[in-house]
Nanobody, 131 residues
């Protein structure tokens, strides 16, 4: 079974940076797309960035600021999300999710349909931005 575990959350001061990790296990092959999401209290879940395990290509929706950077480790089993210049509104539970899709499915399409297509979800990690 595919399992995902998000970690790295905590309390961060405004203006600070944080790198979250998503550890993936049970992947069969590398035709997966892993995405980072967040959900703040009272708000809908928001997709932040998506990355293809096979080649590291990534996509960030236009609605998401450039402060969010997704990357993947050399072993292809950990996906990172770096958040810079953090703001109070970044306070949320951050989680990662995976779907098995090869390069035939564009990342922007996966992003647009993420609420329906992501197959495996990890437990989230709380990020709080406060002074």
């Amino acid at each position: 079974d595919v399992q995902l575990q998000a970690s790295g959350g905590g309390l961060v001061q405004p203006g600070g940076s944080l790198r979250l990790s998503c550890a993936a296990s049970g992947l069969t092959g590398d035709d997966y797309v892993i995405g980072w999401f967040r959900q703040a209290p009272g708000k809908e879940r928001e997709g932040l960035s998506y990355i293809r395990v096979k080649d590291g290509s990534w996509y960030r929706p236009d609605s998401v600021e450039g402060r969010f950077t997704i990357s993947i480790g050399n072993a292809k089993n950990t996906v990172y999300l770096r958040i810079d210049s953090m703001k109070a509104e970044d306070t949320a539970v951050y989680t990662c999710a995976a779907v098995r899709k090869d390069e035939g499915t564009p990342l922007d399409l996966i992003a647009a349909m993420s609420h329906y297509v992501m197959e495996h979800w990890g437990k989230g990690t709380q990020v709080t931005v406060s002074s």
